[in-house]
């Protein structure tokens, strides 16, 4: 219910309402962003509250952070040029991950933060018979995927921290981390070396390798992802080598998109 109705008929929003209307208005005038500070002062509201408001209209979004400057403004939801420049920028990028995924013989992924997730928005598989492979939409967990820790290495750590709260972390292996501490430790580490593992954190038998995509409109990232066997550990650097290359060229093909 969104609304209280007295006894003469009149309609009044209840104040969950109003203040979800406030904070898009905020956002709305302000289309450079804007700080979590502002929003709950604008709002008046306390700080903690707001956030929980953002992190809702996030996951619906309605709302998106920017991942280096930290300010919140109007998503996707609102802004379908935006979103036409995601769609075109996938299109664009299928060559180049194909051509990535022929040079690693393995199956290459892009990967977005969607409210607490992280979604496929690109997968090209490899040719081989034994393979790991999301399909497209499929949504994966923050806390047990490299595409999540490069994905959280792009966010402040307050943020990760919500989201592993409000998604919770499942052990999907035996090695899957399973604390915010360890998680988060990880990511201290993803920030220094600029690319992440999950090993064999998410299944029995995989390892994936992840870089960022910086300077997209949402946080994402591009990765490997293979049977442990055939991605063993002394193999990474010259992956994350690749993973690189075609991160650089994928986000200059972005910036060059028509506006």
Same mark, same amino acid.
């Given at each position: 219910m969104t609304s209280a109705e007295t006894s003469d008929g009149a309609i009044y929003p209840i104040r969950a309402v109003e203040r979800v209307c406030d904070i898009l208005d905020i956002l709305h005038d302000q289309e450079q962003g804007v700080a979590l500070a502002d929003v709950a002062r604008e709002a008046k509201l306390p700080k903690s509250s707001a956030y929980r408001y953002?992190? &809702?209209l996030e996951g619906r979004r309605y709302v998106q952070r920017d991942a280096e400057s930290g300010l919140f403004r109007l998503g996707l939801a609102f802004r379908p040029q935006r979103s036409r420049q995601m769609e075109l920028f996938i299109e664009r990028a299928q060559s180049q991950l194909e051509r990535l995924r022929d040079d690693l013989n393995e199956t290459v992924n892009i990967g977005v933060l969607d409210g607490g997730?992280?979604?496929?928005? @690109? =997968?090209? %598989?490899?040719?081989?018979?034994?393979r790991l492979a999301a399909r497209i939409g499929e949504r994966s967990p923050l806390h047990a995927t490299a595409l999540?820790? !490069?994905?959280? &290495?792009? /966010? %402040? #750590? %307050?943020? !990760?921290a919500a989201i592993l709260a409000a998604e919770g972390m499942p052990p999907l292996t035996n090695r899957t981390l399973t604390t915010p501490e360890d998680f988060l430790a990880e990511v201290k580490k993803v920030k220094t070396t600029h690319y992440a593992i999950d090993d064999l954190e998410a299944q029995d038998d995989g390892r994936c390798v992840a870089v960022p995509l910086l300077g997209?409109? !949402? &946080?994402?990232?591009?990765? =490997?992802? @293979?049977? @442990?066997?055939?991605?063993?550990?002394?193999?990474? #650097?010259?992956?994350?080598r690749? /993973?690189? &290359?075609? @991160?650089?060229?994928?986000?200059?093909g972005y910036r060059r998109l028509p506006t």
């Open positions: 953002l992190l &809702a997730q992280i979604v496929h928005v @690109a =997968v090209v %598989e490899c040719t081989q018979m034994m999540g820790k !490069v994905i959280a &290495a792009q /966010l %402040e #750590p %307050e943020r !990760v997209l409109p !949402v &946080a994402a990232g591009l990765s =490997v992802s @293979a049977p @442990a066997n055939r991605l063993p550990r002394n193999l990474v #650097p010259d992956v994350v690749a /993973l690189r &290359a075609s @991160a650089t060229s994928l986000t200059d």
